[in-house]
T-cell receptor, first 116, second 111 residues
Framework: GAVVSQHPSRVICKSGTSVKIECRSL??????MFWYRQFPKQSLMLMAT?????????EQGVEKDKFLINHASLTLSTLTVTSAHPEDSSFYIC????????????FGPGTRLTVT | DAKTTQPTSMDCAEGRAANLPCNHS???????VYWYRQIHSQGPQYIIH???NNETNEMASLIITEDRKSSTLILPHATLRDTAVYYC????????????FGGGTRLMVKP
């Protein structure tokens, strides 16, 4: 149990376009979802926290108008990178909490974004 | 979350025990010690957690010192598939509480 999926696993987009990444909890209801970003050879950095039905809380330095987060249901959160630039190329990882173990975080497999 | 300190990297021979240390000298009484690992280009994987007692599961053992200022994750028989970055994190148990990742320890298991 407690499986989190992400789609797509890899995406390449052109500079200036937008790309949407989906995060789904497959077998539990995720009351809270987190989005992380990881640059090569670095650790995970939290970008934002989202609770179902409410606006996301962004970490300092993360532009909310550039990284749009929607958590419209208890099993789906989306991250849209708008007007992507090459420096947005990174590994984006989501995690979710909820279900029978509300203190645990379950991570998705990650999405590799490359902006050309 | 309290800060943790881990060695940047470690090597271990395949089949031997891997002992990964973590210092968390400023840990609070209500903070748990969590261990996650991340295999290259994958999402983090939960390993184990504990409050003050030693814990064991099918993946690893967690030894926490009596003063709780440090802990050791033990992989009893390391395999090549255990090569990963191991993160030690301390956190309280609040629903929705985020995880703060430090640098972790890059464990290389060698044949």
């Amino acid at each position: 149990g407690a499986v989190v999926s992400q789609h797509p696993s890899r995406v390449i987009c052109k500079s200036g376009t937008s790309v949407k990444i989906e995060c789904r909890s497959l077998d539990f209801q995720a009351t809270t979802m987190f989005w992380y970003r990881q640059f090569p050879k670095q650790s995970l950095m939290l970008m934002a926290t989202s609770n179902e039905g409410s606006k996301a809380t962004y970490e300092q330095g993360v532009e909310k108008d550039k990284f749009l987060i929607n958590h419209a249901s208890l099993t789906l959160s989306t991250l849209t990178v708008t007007s992507a630039h090459p420096e947005d190329s990174s590994f984006y990882i989501c995690s979710a909490t909820g279900g029978s173990a509300p203190y645990e975080q379950y991570f998705g497999p990650g999405t590799r974004l490359t902006v050309t | 979350d309290a800060k943790t300190t881990q060695p940047t990297s470690m090597d271990c021979a395949e089949g031997r025990a891997a002992n990964l240390p973590c210092n968390h000298s400023t840990i609070s009484g209500n903070e748990y010690v969590y261990w996650y690992r991340q295999i290259h280009s994958q999402g983090p994987q939960y390993i184990i957690h504990g409050l003050k007692n030693n814990e064991t599961n099918e993946m690893a053992s967690l030894i926490i010192t009596e003063d709780r200022k440090s802990s050791t994750l033990i992989l009893p028989h390391a395999t090549l598939r255990d090569t990963a970055v191991y993160y030690c994190i301390v956190r309280v148990h609040n629903a929705g509480n985020m995880l703060t990742f430090g640098g972790g320890t890059r464990l290389m298991v060698k044949p």
